[in-house]
């Protein structure tokens, strides 16, 4: 059977809660879909069931008003691919019972991922995300360790230092890669937005009393252990060749900011193309959230990062688009939205000048890979095993280059190493782009039991004979 609703919305983090939100209100049928048991995406859902106190209420209100206004919320339900038809979605719900949901307008709202970097030792146990790591501090006041470093780059490594500090761990210091914390005529400029100013220096201060050092420059570029990381070496961005300090800790964060989620989008046939400031494969959209594909919409961090308001502000201008295409005009609304997300954009065009590019990034941390370091976990996949894919066979063919050397085929299908492999393909192949630089979305886009595709193809026969 076949679930149809005006809208099929996928990802229930801010910005497809707002858009439900305003077309539930408008009187549109709305379906609501998310992978996970609670709604909220990564910043509104509650870190646990049992998490103490009131999260972010306001995401708490905003979810209410969703199921207030009858939107039929699927939670707990894996979109994994895309029919036939090129259209109708295929998901698994609880139980691994399969779905199918169409929209005649369709929502892609599926977020972002953490920006990971590989480096020698990076699969050893104690080495995670800062994002997991804050996770884990949130929903049970559990630290990732008891020594532990914060490194990568992006302004969302203090705030994880500070959940570290509440959780009762030792913050042994943060490790930014670049400089966006010396004074400069780019950084006078974030006066501008002084409420997020306020929030950075609040963080900042509560790590200075703590005395946790804030080294700038500088990037992990080892961590070593037996069972566990012990150990981590930090060197200059500039030259990551040259270690300038190691480091004791049972636990270390590395993460390199966000990216979006591409694989929807891809599986949809949207057109994608590679952001020319960070690197990333993000599809194709105008101020409306509207893909090449008629009727399909990409909203929020999986069109571009951009913070929660940001994501708020595009499900509400794809939900006023939907709805002057439906019932007339709403000019004055659509006036408004695009005014708060050109204010919106300027505090991300802020952080992209302060923060080091990735795309920079990438170029450094991939000729300062080793041979022996791993790329792919999944499939142990080493930094010499990529470079000679290049060299031998794939050239700077990204898709080959996973043919030839399995990286990116594991279970993961490269969300983690993928940003990396395309950096190393780049490098090895002379500097060339190649291309998206993203593997090919193949589906299921995440494992799926194999109960579901027989009971999908059951249903599929039931309904033809
Ligand atoms: C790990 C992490 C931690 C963060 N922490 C902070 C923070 O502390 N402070 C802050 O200001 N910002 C934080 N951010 C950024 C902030 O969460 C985002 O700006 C905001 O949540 C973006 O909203 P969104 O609706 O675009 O995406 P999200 O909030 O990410 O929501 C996307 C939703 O889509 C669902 N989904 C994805 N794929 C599928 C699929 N195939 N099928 C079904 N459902 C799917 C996900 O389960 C998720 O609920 C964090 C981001 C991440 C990734």
């Known amino acids: 059977m076949t679930t149809v609703r005006d809208v099929l919305i996928v990802g229930g983090g801010p910005a497809g809660l707002s858009a439900a939100a305003r077309l539930a209100a408008a009187g549109l049928t709305v379906a609501l879909v998310d992978e996970q048991p609670e709604l909220g995406g990564q ?16 995401g708490g209100r905003l979810i209410a008003r969703v199921r207030d206004l009858g939107v039929d919320c699927l939670t707990g339900h894996l979109v994994w691919g895309v029919d036939d038809d090129g259209r109708t979605l295929l998901a698994t719900g609880p139980d691994g019972v399969p779905a199918r949901l169409r929209g005649r307008h369709v929502i892609v709202a599926t977020g972002a991922y953490e920006r990971t970097y590989p480096f020698l030792g990076w699969q050893l146990p104690g080495v995670t995300t800062p994002g997991f790591a804050q996770h884990l501090a949130a929903a049970d006041g559990t630290p990732v360790g008891e020594r532990v470093l914060v490194a990568g780059s992006g302004p969302f490594l203090l705030p994880v230092a500070c959940s570290l500090l509440d959780a009762g761990a030792q913050v042994v210091g943060v490790a930014e890669a670049g400089h966006p914390y010396r004074p400069s005529l780019r950084a006078a400029a974030s006066l501008r937005h002084p409420a997020r100013l ?78 020319a ?45 939907i709805l002057a295409r439906e019932n007339g005009s709403t000019p004055g609304e659509i006036a408004r939205l695009a ?32 041979g022996d370091t791993i790329v792919c976990r999944c499939e142990a996949v080493t930094a010499a095993d990529v470079r000679n894919a290049v060299l031998e066979r794939a050239g700077g063919d990204l898709n080959a ?65």
């Open 339 to 370: 005014a708060e997300i050109r204010g919106l954009d300027r505090f991300t065009s802020l952080n992209e000048a302060l923060y080091p590019s990735p795309a920079r990034l990438q170029d450094v941390l991939s000729r300062a890979l080793t």
């Open 43 to 58: 910043y509104y859902r509650r870190p646990s069931p049992a998490a103490p106190g009131d999260h972010r209420p306001e």
């Open 198 to 275: 306020r929030e950075l220096a609040g963080y900042a201060a509560r790590l200075a009393r703590a005395r946790v050092p804030l080294w700038q420059g500088r990037v992990v570029t080892r961590a070593t252990g037996d069972d566990r990381v012990s150990s981590v070496t930090l060197a200059a961005t500039a030259d990551p060749a040259r270690p300038v300090r190691t480091l004791d800790v049972d636990a270390v964060c590395v993460g390199y900011g966000f990216r979006p989620q591409p694989e929807l989008a891809r599986l949809l046939a949207c057109e994608i193309r590679a952001d």
């Open 401 to 465: 280059t996973k043919s030839w050397s399995r990286a990116g085929m594991g279970p993961c299908q490269g969300r983690f190493c993928g940003f990396a492999v395309a950096g190393i393909v780049r490098d090895a192949s002379g500097g060339e782009p190649c291309g998206v630089p993203v593997f090919p979305a193949r589906q299921p886009v995440r494992p799926v039991p194999v109960e579901t595709l027989l009971a999908l193809g059951e249903q599929a026969e039931g309904a033809a004979g």
């Open 277 to 321: 400031v960070t690197g990333d494969a993000e599809p194709v959209t105008d101020r409306f959230g509207r893909t090449s594909r008629p009727g399909v919409y990409v909203i929020g961090e999986a069109a571009g990062i951009g913070g929660v308001h940001l994501a708020r502000a595009r499900g509400l201008m794809a939900a006023a688009h």
